[in-house]
């Protein structure tokens, strides 16, 4: 087996990914020969969900090509927003990031959530079995083949994450519309559909109520309201004019 020494530049955005030596630009790699050019880029540590394109010498070149000596490799971010397969557009979380998932809820987006930990093998089969674009921070479980799509969270404030996160997928925003417990679809509900559920001082205090429809919560604008207001009015004001997803990315 004949070693091939390749020079491989990774994007700025994907920076975070690759040892510090390799970020201020092209950099020299040795190739085995044989391994393709999607196992060469995963080996540098960037999981294949964040690459948009690859560049051989200038040429978009697929994942399975093998880099030969002397070839210099362009690992390129994905073209925001990104579309994916599959309609319509839905996420799957995984245990650490539940406040993320509630608050994708929260704007109506569909957004299944581990609440416990049953494994990377789970986890990705599930996104595969219900065509869910994963979202985590496990760089291990991104790289799993049956996934259906991935995408790194990038930061660890819930904040951030969902910013980054409808600003890369652009999904529809229906505020109001989902459990933040369940994910199931609400419909407007009576008090007396809900009273079991509502203490005295509720009862007496607010007459609109929603209840969802998969695990019978209900819902009316409490203590909290403000602060719940206040997310969904900033998700839309931000990406409301946000540009339609463009092509299926790779």
């Known amino acids: 087996m004949n070693a091939h020494r390749i020079r491989v530049e990774v994007a700025p955005e994907l920076a975070l990914f690759v040892p510090h030596a390799r970020r201020a630009g092209a950099t020299d790699l040795a190739?085995?020969?044989?391994?393709?050019?999607?196992?060469?880029v995963e080996s540098l540590g960037v999981p294949l969900t964040e690459v948009g394109a690859l560049l051989v010498d200038g040429r978009e070149t697929p994942v399975s090509h093998i880099p030969a000596e002397g070839e210099s490799v362009s690992v390129r971010p994905v073209a925001r927003p990104q579309r994916v397969p599959g309609a319509p557009l839905r996420f799957l979380l995984d245990v650490h990031l539940g406040t993320l998932a509630r608050r994708l809820r929260l704007l109506g987006v569909d957004a299944a959530y581990e609440s416990t930990d049953i494994g990377d093998p789970a986890l990705a089969a599930l996104s595969a079995a219900e065509q869910r674009v994963m979202l985590s921070r496990d760089r291990g479980l991104l790289r799993?083949?049956?996934?259906?799509?991935?995408?790194?969270?990038?930061?660890?404030?819930?904040?951030?994450?969902?910013?980054?996160?409808?600003?890369?997928?652009?999904?529809?925003?229906?505020?109001?519309?989902?459990?933040?417990?369940?994910?199931?679809?609400l419909r407007q509900a009576t008090k007396d559909e809900v009273a079991d559920q509502l203490r005295q001082g509720t009862q007496q205090s607010y007459d609109v109520f929603?209840?969802?429809?998969?695990?019978?919560?209900?819902?009316?604008?409490?203590?909290h309201h403000e602060q719940l207001v206040a997310i969904v009015e900033r998700a839309l004001a931000e990406f409301a004019s946000r540009p339609e997803p463009g092509p299926v990315s790779r």
């Open 144 to 185: 799993r083949r049956e996934l259906w799509a991935g995408a790194y969270v990038y930061s660890t404030a819930p904040e951030e994450q969902l910013r980054d996160v409808l600003d890369r997928f652009a999904p529809e925003l229906l505020p109001w519309t989902r459990c933040t417990a369940c994910n199931g679809l």
């Open 210 to 223: 929603a209840q969802c429809r998969s695990c019978g919560r209900a819902y009316w604008k409490g203590a």
């Open 31 to 40: 190739v085995d020969g044989v391994s393709t050019l999607g196992h060469v």
